[in-house]
């Protein structure tokens, strides 16, 4: 069976060790690449009908809203199944704690019974938050394994923690 990593990642202005700088490509947008480098998986990202804000302050309130409301943002371009994989590999940042709101809507959307999801989290030191419990709780029926934690700032470094994460 084949592999499939889908993450949601979000470019423009982005916390990086305290300060807010703009970037072209997301930090977990990187880590997904690295790991498609590794893998060899499928790659598919989550996007929201309606984008985040550019400005990192509006998209954090955006997010907090979006968490407060327990909001399941549209989606564009969604696979119509899953069945042809086995393990998927799913990357978020933390957002408030957990996921994405959009990551959430994607998890609902399919049937992961049977499955193995392998969660990776791009973060500023906050970690995985309490996302992996979100995750099976959303997904009762997949395997859920331990997720990977990847300080944002230091992406471009992670190719090893992700080759030795993803060999389990």
């Not at 199944?81 to 959430?104: A, E, K, Q």
């Not at 791009?122 to 009762?140: A, F, W, Y």
């Amino acid at each position: 069976m084949a592999e499939l990593i889908a993450y949601f990642s979000r470019a423009e202005e982005n916390y990086f060790n305290g300060k807010i700088k703009a970037v072209e490509v997301g930090n977990t947008q990187k880590a997904a690449e690295m790991l498609r480098e590794i893998t060899g998986a499928d790659l598919v990202r989550i996007e929201p009908v309606h984008a985040y804000s550019d400005d990192y302050k509006e998209c954090v309130a955006q997010a907090r809203e979006e968490l407060q409301k327990d909001a399941r943002p549209q989606l564009l371009d969604c696979p119509g199944s899953l069945d042809g994989y086995d393990t998927i590999y799913l990357g978020y940042p933390n957002y408030c704690g957990t996921m994405p709101m959009p990551v959430f809507t994607f998890l609902e959307r399919y049937d992961f019974g049977g499955k193995t999801l392998k969660p990776f989290c791009t973060n500023e030191g906050s970690g995985m938050g309490r996302s992996v419990q979100d995750i099976r709780r959303i997904c009762p029926q997949a395997k859920v394994e331990e997720g990977l934690s990847i300080h944002g700032s230091d992406v471009e470094h992670a190719g090893e923690a992700l080759r030795r994460w993803s060999r389990g």
